[in-house]
């Protein structure tokens, strides 16, 4: 018997903009994600991913569909697993004035974090930026940056972490650096991880399934392996091609 | 036990205050600015008062009610733009998304800001009520429970109009951060801070009796004037206050369901 789903999307649409003349943002989506991995949600530009991700957090209301996250229905109980879930995107950032260990304390409270120095201590170990923490947030650089807004979603050891574009802006070298890291707390945890990305690579090399957007829809599913040989690819980097440009098996799909 | 009561949990909301204590800890220029505006005010008012005295017996026999009002006027704006700017933190650093993800509360959020307000406000104004005793012998104090009182009303008034002032912002971006600043200026005219309701036009004495400032600031000069208390103007303020608050807690809570409904969340900022 297989352990209940940590994510269970059913029929999650959201559209913007008036009745006349609706913008489908998210179409009428479908997936599960099985807990202790980590699933990819990948997809061209105004595919939906983040859209996708803000629904599942609670910080965007869906049109219509169900969402249930660690067993509890996330529209109408979402303070119940707020607390087992974190967060980190390019999107929003840290407040600037405030040290990197003013922010992470705060968040630390917020989680109700026990222990909040000692777990700030060790995040700041394990992420190596134990010479950052009494800098202001604003005066970090892009990688920097990155590190402490991940050890801010680690702050709480959530059982599901959300990750919009986790090494986006960063050099090989750091990118690298993060990924592995993800890898260690996913397997020391047993965490299940969710992240949306442009990068293919990183996908192949964390994700064991891979749900493939566009226009607002899921067009394809699986292994990123399995995705390869389905497609009869060299890699997932075409496969995202002949998806997002409607080629080869993806038109063959599209047509039947 | 994680101690909530009615869904809101006390230390989330001290999480958020320590967050506004190290703002404030870390910049003596935000510290000075809180304290800067309300002294050159009660300054200019404090030498107006006394030239005025020389020349008008009325303001001789009750010297303070323009520096009171003043006082207590810059309280009222200064807890309103106190909730305002605490939450225009957030927006300004794109922090909306990662609080709004963690396990606080709307709720707990906008209680977080109306601490802030009163408590920016009284880091301004027992300064400059203290300076204004030093220049002007002048004691705001003297009212003793009446002050008060007085404070309250027009701090539950500012949480009001602050915490709706923070939704419309919230759904409408940056682009509508002037009414922080201005918003309660357009109360200004009927609040009777300077001078009786009586004074102005029929039409507007209504509009000045829908709204507390105008009670508070009759029942200051009734008892700095005539040394009388009057209890149903203070009544008649918090019963307005009351209203005013659920109004404005509800605008608030509106305003943040349609930013959710938006996507308005993840990603405001400058």
């Known amino acids: 018997m297989s352990a209940a789903p940590v994510i269970a999307v059913a029929g999650l649409t959201k559209t913007y903009g008036s009745a006349a003349a609706p913008v489908v943002a998210v179409d009428g989506i479908d997936f599960t994600v099985p807990a202790g991995g980590v699933t990819a949600l990948l997809g061209g530009n105004g595919a939906g991913k983040t859209t996708t991700l803000a629904m599942l957090l609670g910080l965007l209301k869906p049109t219509a569909g ?51 120095k000692d777990r700030i201590a060790e995040l700041a170990r394990d992420l190596d930026f134990t010479a950052l923490l009494d800098r202001p947030s604003g005066a970090l650089s892009a990688g920097q940056k990155t590190r402490v807004a991940l050890a801010k979603a680690l702050i709480n050891k959530p059982e599901l972490l959300l990750l919009d574009e986790p090494t986006a802006s960063l050099d090989p070298d750091t990118a690298d650096w993060v990924r592995s890291l993800l890898e260690t707390y996913q397997r020391e945890h047993k965490a299940t991880i969710m992240l949306a990305s442009h990068n293919m690579a990183e996908v192949e090399r964390l994700c064991q399934q891979v749900l493939m957007m566009k226009q607002g829809r899921i067009v394809d599913r699986g292994a990123p392996g399995e995705l390869v040989a389905r497609y009869g690819r060299q890699n997932l980097e075409e496969v995202f091609l002949d998806i997002a440009r409607g080629r080869g098996k993806a038109a063959e799909q599209a047509t039947a | ?98 609080l709004f993800v963690s396990p606080l509360r709307p709720s707990e959020f906008a209680l977080s800001v109306l601490l802030m307000g009163v408590l920016r406000a009284l880091v301004g104004m027992i300064p400059v009520s203290l ?70 036009p029929n039409w507007l004495q209504v509009i000045a009796w829908s709204l507390p400032p105008a009670y508070v600031f009759e029942g200051m000069r009734a008892l700095l004037i005539d040394g009388v208390l009057r209890t149903d103007l203070l009544l008649g303020a918090f019963a307005l206050n009351a209203l005013y608050l659920a109004l404005g807690f509800a605008a608030f809570m509106g305003w943040f369901e349609a930013s959710r409904r938006r996507g308005l969340l993840l990603g405001q900022g400058e």
């Open chain 2, 131 to 200: 300076m204004a005793w030093w220049f002007f012998g002048f004691s705001l104090y003297e009212m003793g429970f009446a002050l008060a009182a007085f404070f309250a009303s027009l701090m539950m008034f500012g949480w009001a109009l602050g915490i709706a002032v923070c939704g419309l912002i919230m759904r409408h971006g940056l682009g509508a951060e002037s009414a922080a600043w201005g918003a309660m200026f357009l109360i200004l005219p009927v609040a009777a801070v300077y001078y009786p309701v009586a004074v102005l």
């Open chain 2, 1 to 98: 036990m994680n101690g909530e009561l009615l869904g809101i949990n006390p230390y989330r909301i001290l999480a958020m205050l320590r967050r506004h204590w190290y703002v404030l800890s870390g910049s003596w220029t935000r510290v000075v600015e809180l304290i800067y505006w309300p002294a050159v005010q009660m300054i200019m008012w404090g030498f107006l008062t006394q030239f005025l005295a020389g020349k008008t017996s009325f303001v001789a026999q009750a010297f303070g009610v323009f520096l009171a009002g003043m006082m207590l006027w810059d309280s009222l704006f200064r807890v309103q733009l106190g909730v305002a700017i605490s939450f225009l933190e957030e927006m300004w650093a794109r922090n909306l998304g990662n």
């Open chain 1, 66 to 116: 169900s969402i249930t996250v660690l067993g509890i229905d996330m529209l109408r109980d979402r303070h119940r697993v707020l607390p087992r879930m974190n967060f980190s995107s390019p999107y929003v950032d840290l407040p600037h004035r405030l040290t990197v260990a003013q922010n992470l304390r705060v968040f630390a409270d917020l989680y109700a974090v026990p222990h909040p």
